[in-house]
């Protein structure tokens, strides 16, 4: 069965430097995508960041990196230059391979930035 | 602002009530998923309805109900509420299954 682990229930960084966040998967297809959503305080799911299993590249989307490494089957999320309202919980999400477009979600991470 | 709209905003309703939560995707998305956030379970899958059929089910309970209607709007029905079903119940919405999905604010539910 597919499965999404993310390991580090909270994090802390220092504003303006960079941290990530680390997500595991678990699947047997080749086909999947990977996904970041932010959740602030507020509540609202955030869409961040999607990465494709068969991308060359990694995916970027401004101050959003993922770093995928599908040996290692990891998809970690980079926020480079860090600001306070990047404090939030992170979930990574795996879609399911199939024609669904179901997400697998992971506990989250919870991050605060210190200025 | 996703463009997913959710409605309402909040509810506090009794044991044994029965409620309706209601979603309108993103213009043009024709693919609408219901998720349930509480504390002990995370994010899980409920629902899939694509086009006004219904694609995918998780672990929804058989006291909760779906539909999608022809303007694809979409509606979540909850009956027979226990407290345990108090949670942050999202909708999302996607153009395809293999695009990305867009979340709405979430309809907070308490169940008292």
């Known amino acids: 069965a597919q499965k999404i682990t993310q390991t580090q229930p909270g994090m802390f960084v220092q504003e303006k430097e960079a941290v990530t966040l680390d997500c595991t998967y678990d699947?047997?297809?080749?086909?999947?995508?990977l996904f970041w959503y932010k959740q602030p305080s507020s509540g609202e799911m955030i869409f961040l960041i999607y990465?494709?299993?068969?991308?060359?590249q990694n995916a970027t989307e401004g101050r959003y990196s993922l770093n995928f490494q599908k040996a290692r089957k990891s998809a970690n999320l980079v926020i480079s230059a860090s600001q306070l309202g990047d404090s939030a919980m992170y979930f990574c999400?795996?879609?399911?391979?199939?024609?669904?477009?179901?997400?697998?979600f992971g506990q989250g991470t919870t991050l605060q930035v210190k200025p | 602002d996703s463009g997913v709209t959710q409605t309402p905003k909040h509810l506090i309703t009794a044991t044994g009530q029965r409620v309706t939560l209601r979603c309108s995707p993103r213009?043009?998305?024709?693919?609408v998923y219901w998720y349930q956030q509480s504390l002990d379970q995370g994010l899980q899958f409920l629902i899939q309805?694509?086009?006004?059929?219904?694609?995918a089910k998780g672990n929804i309970l058989e006291r909760f109900s779906a539909q999608q209607f022809p303007d694809l709007h979409s509606e979540l029905n909850l009956s027979s509420l226990e407290l345990g079903d108090s949670a942050l119940y999202f909708c999302?919405?996607?153009?395809?299954?293999?695009?990305?999905?867009?979340f709405g604010q979430g309809t907070r539910l308490t169940v008292v």
């Open positions: 999302a919405s996607s153009v395809d299954v293999l695009t990305e999905a867009f």
């Open positions: 699947t047997s297809d080749p086909s999947y995508g």
């Open positions: 990465q494709g299993s068969y991308d060359q």
């Open positions: 999400a795996m879609r399911e391979p199939s024609n669904t477009g179901k997400l697998i």
């Open positions: 213009s043009g998305d024709l693919s």
């Open positions: 309805y694509y086009n006004g059929e219904e694609r």
